[in-house]
C-alpha cells in the first residue's frame, strides 16, 4: 500500500489532546461572550447611551474593539463578530484527514 505513512500513536494522542484543549477554550470563551452579550442586551433595552467604563475594559480584554463613542447596539454587532471567530471550527485540517 502506498501513501502517506500512517503517523504514531503518540503523534495521535498529542493531536486529539490538543483538540480538547482548543475545544474547552472555545467554549469558556463563548460563555465569557455569552455573559458580556447578556449585560450589553439589559444596557439596550435599558436604552443607556453609551457602555459603562467597567464593562468596556471587560470587551476590549476579550477583543471586543470599539470606539468610546460607540452606540450599545453596534458594540452588540462587534461582539457578535468576535463570537464568529469562536464558533469556526479550529483545525479543519483534521476533519479533512479522517473524511478522506
Not at 469558556?28 to 453609551?50: H, K, V, W
Not at 476579550?62 to 458594540?75: L, N, P, Y
Request: aromatic share 4%; charged share 25%; hydrophobic share 45%.
Amino acid at each position: 500500500m502506498t501513501g502517506a505513512p500512517l503517523p504514531s500513536v503518540a503523534q495521535m494522542l498529542n493531536e486529539a489532546r490538543g483538540i480538547v484543549v482548543s475545544t474547552e477554550v472555545r467554549r469558556l470563551s463563548l460563555r465569557r461572550l455569552d455573559a458580556l452579550l447578556d449585560e450589553l442586551e439589559l444596557l439596550n433595552l435599558a436604552d443607556a447611551p453609551a457602555v459603562p467604563d467597567r464593562l468596556a475594559r471587560q470587551l476590549h480584554a476579550v477583543g471586543v474593539g470599539f470606539h468610546r463613542d460607540a452606540t450599545v447596539t453596534s458594540v452588540i454587532d462587534q461582539l457578535f463578530k468576535t463570537q464568529e471567530r469562536f464558533l469556526t471550527p479550529i483545525d479543519t485540517r483534521a476533519r479533512r484527514r479522517n473524511a478522506a
